[in-house]
């Protein structure tokens, strides 16, 4: 079939071209059970029904457009863009999955050199950005499922793949949450089950690392998800709490500022321990975080976060101190210096914060107090000048 031409459009697919900025989805869904409709038809700048949808955010009517067969990965635009780099520029993170889900291209650039994730960052929309360097589809993780070669099991139980992805697709790297999730679900928080995972994500580092379009990110991500597997394993294997004493452990603070050291070593640890030793974002890594005495910033975990995110530093977002969830917003209600995403995370993190929370509070007093007196200084000094002119004007 050919590719239709720009701006040859029937008057029916003008019709829906209209009927998306409206975001009518009925009335789209009608005329795509027209004759005279193609899904794919192109405006005179080479945009399809799909690029339109996505840039303007209407979810439902992307939905609808990939149900009657849109094509994901059409670069007939005059500049090169597709619908994944469209649903980046709109900020919709939904939308950016849904492409992402329907088989869109990642690494497809458009006429000056960026690819979705780049143009999504160059506009400021890094939670697509996030998406985006994040995606991995359960496709990919399903062929583990299945027996390969000579193979009589597969080396992924099936029951497993579920609750693995959602580990995978995590996009907060923060362990404690890591460990939070492989707790709630029964079928992985065992130790043969938290093996065979383990094994599965080294062999995805190794295929992403000896692919022919290498991934390091995606390799480190992997990779770092494995150490976290190993470590749940060797705690249930050790630990009559289970993994309440590895969550406990990632969160102890030290006595003198409540700074997570078991945390910061651990990762740090899963870092070295990445096995392609010339692999460039692992010297990026390193020459990062080395350097870096423990308790200072940048954290291992910022570093890792922005290295496999994408995310430049961790923005004006707040995030919670227990689990490292983005957008929390209660804070401690003696000290006001450490913020949670819930009641659950500030009592979970209570044991180790009530050490320092009196010290905290005391520190947040005293700058207080010196800010006020700064602004009393400025005041007056503000006081004095406008008299000096009045003076003088006299």
Known sequence: MSTPKKGDLSPSEKELFQVISAGNVQEASRLLGCKDVRVNCLDE?????????????????????????????????????????????????????????????????????????????????HDCVTVINNYFSRARLDYYTKPQGLEKEPKLPPKLAGPLHKVIMSTNLNPVKLVMLVKENPLLAE?????????????????????????????????????????????LKDREDKLDGLIKSLLKGRDSDGFPVFQEKFIRECIRKF?????????????????????????????????????????????????????????????????????????????????????LQEEREKQEVEAARLRMQQSKGDSSSNQKTKTKNI
């Open 45 to 125: 700048y080479g945009m399809t029904p799909l690029m339109h949808a996505a840039y303007k955010g209407k979810a439902d009517m992307c939905k609808l457009l990939l149900q009657h067969g849109a094509d994901v990965n059409c670069n007939e635009h005059e500049h090169g863009y597709t619908a994944l780099m469209f649903a980046g520029l709109s900020g919709k993170t939904d939308i950016t999955w849904m492409m992402l889900d329907a088989g869109a291209e990642t690494d497809v650039t458009n006429s000056v050199g960026r690819t979705a994730a780049q143009m999504a960052a160059f506009v400021g929309q």
């Open 191 to 235: 130790v043969e089950a938290l093996d065979k995972s383990r094994r599965v994500m080294e062999l995805i580092c190794e295929k992403c690392i000896k692919q022919q379009d290498m991934n390091e990110v995606l390799a480190m991500k992997m990779h770092y998800i494995s150490c976290v597997l190993g470590k749940c394993a060797s705690f």
């Open 275 to 359: 096995p392609y030793c010339d692999a460039t974002l692992l010297q990026q890594l390193v020459r990062s975080i080395a350097p870096v005495d423990i308790g200072n910033d940048p954290t291992a975990l910022s570093v890792l976060t922005q290295a496999i995110t994408g995310q430049v530093g961790f923005m004006d977002a707040e995030f919670c101190t227990t689990c490292g969830e983005k957008g929390a917003e209660k804070r401690c209600s003696i000290c006001k210096m450490v913020i949670y995403c819930g009641q659950a995370c500030q009592k979970m993190h209570w044991f180790t914060h009530k050490k320092v929370c009196k010290k």
